[in-house]
């Protein structure tokens, strides 16, 4: 594998579907330390998993005056708010141009700012 093509993930069922999604990519799971991981990896890369920690690392305030207690709700509440798309977009700002993958816990890919999946 080409360490300069990581895929970074936060949990095991992130790790899971990044390994199926990415199978020519190194996945590395970092957990919520996606800052550390993102310096780490040279190249391309990709950040893939569960929306939660991944949206709360790119808006922490991302629930502040929604409702909703969990980033989770959020989405099953509406798939298609923009506040995901906002957040998205935050999350690739902030890791300096990674793409960023969203994915549910079926492995169905809720956003991809690469717009491939």
């Not at 980033?71 to 798309?85: A, F, G, K, M, Y």
Request: glycine content about 12%; hydrophobic content about 40%; aromatic content about 4%.
């Amino acid at each position: 594998s080409d360490a300069s093509r990581v895929v970074l993930t936060t949990g095991r069922i992130g790790m899971r579907y990044s390994q199926m999604l990415f199978p020519e990519h190194t996945v590395v799971m970092v957990g919520s330390r996606i800052d550390e991981g993102i310096n780490a990896s040279k190249g391309e890369t990709i950040i893939c998993g569960l929306p939660g920690l991944i949206l709360k690392w790119a808006v922490p305030g991302i629930l502040i005056a929604t409702g909703f207690n969990t980033v989770q709700e959020l989405i099953e509440t509406d798939r298609n708010s923009q506040l995901i798309d906002n957040a998205v977009d935050d999350a690739v700002e902030k890791s300096e141009g990674a793409r960023i993958v969203l994915v549910d816990r079926s492995g169905a890919v809720i956003r991809d700012s690469g717009g491939v999946l």
